[in-house]
């Protein structure tokens, strides 16, 4: 639920603003049910692309929608979803409770340093400068190179991190998010190649995303000159968040897991594993993109959302 008051008078005049048309209501009524590109929304209101690009900007500023920008035939499009579910204003100052003070603790971690792994191929790793091992030999993943690594790729298995978890002794954790650049991995690469890629914490796999190809069909952003064309170039930026009712990928529900299932507070680092599983109806691969390689200049990056309270009831 989005939550507004006076207290945030900027923020009330965006989504008034945003909210002030039929048109942009109209979209936000057709992204409740599922995820739309621009011109799959034009069509459906029989309007001008144009029209429909401005207003998805406008609600976009708004933060009432979300975009992104995944690959088409041709180039790329532009998907939508929705949000927030309600929104809810409040008028009355007497009324307004303050809110609970969140705090942020945000850390990121190379996607080299991984501290166990069980990997098939077609696998392999490289940095900026070149390979950093020979391809197709899974016992290379244990070398102490593969802290360098940018760009690691496999066909099943799976590579674990260990995430130092540093809050002070009365936090409570209100969220989890993890964010990272990842797709399939094909045979040099393949835009339509589907990969069933799990996520698990301390154990728990908290969901399943289905990536749909392992991208090459232009240059990496920030890929080294050395980095062949016809191999895999580019990956989509996935956030995946965990609070006390569910797992959302990119805000949308995919799992029940909520932060109680964890065992966050148990232990100080969070077990973070991804990778294919031997059963997946799609076993495509992974690839996971470092700051050098890729679009985003990011590695993986955890951040924890929580408040300090003078005591905890229950373990998280």
């Known amino acids: 639920m989005l939550e507004l008051s006076f207290n945030d008078p900027d923020g009330l005049v965006k989504v008034s603003h945003a909210l002030s048309t039929r048109s942009r209501v109209d979209i936000l009524k057709l992204l409740s049910t599922k995820h739309m590109n621009v011109a799959e929304l034009a069509e459906t209101l029989g309007l001008p692309m144009s029209t429909v690009a401005n207003n998805v900007k406008i609600l976009e500023a708004a933060n009432l929608i979300n975009t992104e920008l995944l690959p088409a035939s ?4 532009k998907v939508c979803s929705r949000n927030y579910d309600d929104i809810h204003i409040a ?11 969140i705090d942020l603790y945000e850390v990121e971690v190379p996607i080299g340093h991984y501290t166990d792994c069980e990997v098939q191929p077609t696998c392999g790793m490289a940095n900026a400068e070149g390979m950093i091992i020979r391809e197709d030999e899974p016992a290379s993943f ?19 991190y260990l995430l130092p978890l540093e809050l002070p002794p009365k936090a409570r954790i ?4 993890l964010s990272a650049e990842i797709c399939s991995e094909a045979p040099n690469y393949d835009n339509n190649w589907p990969s069933d890629i799990s996520f698990w914490i301390n154990g728990v796999e908290i969901g399943v995303w289905t990536s749909p190809g392992d991208f090459g069909d232009r240059r990496g952003k920030l890929n080294p000159p050395w980095w062949l064309d016809w191999t895999t170039q ?12 569910r797992t959302t990928l990119d805000m949308e529900r995919i799992s029940g ?20 599983k031997p059963d997946a109806v799609h076993a495509g691969g992974v690839n996971l993109f470092g700051k050098q390689f890729g679009d985003y200049e990011q590695d993986i990056v955890m951040r924890v959302h929580y408040s300090l309270e003078d005591s905890l009831t229950g373990d998280l």
Do not use: C
């Open 257 to 276: 897991v909520k932060l109680g299932d964890l065992n966050l507070m148990q232990r100080p680092n969070i077990r973070l594993r991804i990778g294919v």
């Open 234 to 245: 580019y990956g989509l930026l996935k956030t995946w968040r965990i609070d006390g009712d």
């Open 74 to 77: 041709r180039g790329a499009m």
């Open 91 to 101: 008028f009355s100052l007497e009324k307004t409770m303050p809110k609970k003070a």
């Open 142 to 160: 244990y070398h102490p190179k593969h802290i360098g690594a940018q760009i690691i790729w496999f066909r099943k298995g799976y590579v674990e």
């Open 174 to 177: 209100e969220a989890l998010e």
